[in-house]
C-alpha cells in the first residue's frame, strides 16, 4: 500500500508539473492562436516566455513533448483540415493562409503529418452534404519519412 501511495504521489507532482509547465506556456499558444498564418521564430516564443531561445527550446519540448517547430507545424496542418474540409479555397490560399512560404512544403508537411495530400483529404472529407471527420494529426513519435520500395531491376522468369 505504501508503494502504490509513493506512486501515486509521484504520478500526481509529475502531473502538477507539467499543468504549471503548460501555464507558463500559455502566452506562447495564444500568440500562435492570433499570428499562426505570420512567420513565427523560436526567438518570437522564447522572447514571449523571457527566456533563451535554447532554454525554450528545451523546456517547451519537456512540456509538450515536442519540439516547437514540430508543434507549430501540428498546430498549422490541423487549421488547413478544416479550411480544406470546410471551405473552397484553393490549396495554395489555404498554405498562404495557414503560414506555409509555398504550396510545395505545405505538401510535404501536410502528407507527412496526415498521411494523405491535401487534395485527397478535401476529396475525403470536403463539403459534400456528409458530416466532417477530421483524421487525426499522427503524434510526433510516429512521424517518418516516407519509404519508398525501389523495384528490382532484375526479373526472373523463363524464356
Given at each position: 500500500l505504501v508503494n502504490h501511495y509513493t506512486a501515486y504521489l509521484?504520478?500526481?507532482?509529475?502531473f502538477n508539473r507539467k499543468q504549471a509547465a503548460i501555464q507558463r506556456?500559455?502566452?506562447?499558444?495564444?500568440?500562435?492562436?492570433?499570428?499562426y498564418d505570420e512567420p513565427i521564430r523560436v526567438e518570437d516564443a522564447a522572447?514571449?516566455?523571457?527566456?533563451?531561445?535554447?532554454?525554450?527550446?528545451?523546456?517547451?519540448?519537456?512540456?509538450?513533448?515536442?519540439?516547437?517547430?514540430?508543434?507549430?507545424?501540428h498546430f498549422r496542418i490541423a487549421k488547413a483540415q478544416s479550411l480544406l474540409a470546410l471551405t473552397d479555397q484553393s490549396i495554395s490560399e489555404i498554405s498562404q493562409a495557414i503560414g506555409f512560404?509555398?504550396?510545395?512544403?505545405?505538401?510535404?508537411?501536410?502528407?507527412k503529418l496526415v498521411g494523405m495530400t491535401p487534395l485527397s483529404y478535401r476529396?475525403?472529407?470536403?463539403?459534400?452534404g456528409e458530416e466532417v471527420s477530421h483524421v487525426p494529426v499522427?503524434?510526433?513519435?510516429?512521424?517518418?519519412?516516407?519509404r519508398y520500395q525501389k523495384e528490382s531491376r532484375h526479373t526472373t522468369g523463363t524464356r
Amino acid at each position: 500500500l505504501v508503494n502504490h501511495y509513493t506512486a501515486y504521489l509521484g504520478t500526481h507532482e509529475t502531473f502538477n508539473r507539467k499543468q504549471a509547465a503548460i501555464q507558463r506556456l500559455r502566452p506562447v499558444f495564444d500568440y500562435l492562436e492570433e499570428h499562426y498564418d505570420e512567420p513565427i521564430r523560436v526567438e518570437d516564443a522564447a522572447r514571449i516566455c523571457a527566456t533563451s531561445n535554447s532554454h525554450f527550446m528545451y523546456f517547451f519540448k519537456r512540456a509538450t513533448g515536442q519540439s516547437f517547430l514540430a508543434y507549430l507545424n501540428h498546430f498549422r496542418i490541423a487549421k488547413a483540415q478544416s479550411l480544406l474540409a470546410l471551405t473552397d479555397q484553393s490549396i495554395s490560399e489555404i498554405s498562404q493562409a495557414i503560414g506555409f512560404c509555398d504550396q510545395s512544403h505545405f505538401g510535404v508537411a501536410f502528407r507527412k503529418l496526415v498521411g494523405m495530400t491535401p487534395l485527397s483529404y478535401r476529396r475525403c472529407f470536403g463539403q459534400a452534404g456528409e458530416e466532417v471527420s477530421h483524421v487525426p494529426v499522427k503524434p510526433a513519435a510516429q512521424l517518418e519519412a516516407p519509404r519508398y520500395q525501389k523495384e528490382s531491376r532484375h526479373t526472373t522468369g523463363t524464356r
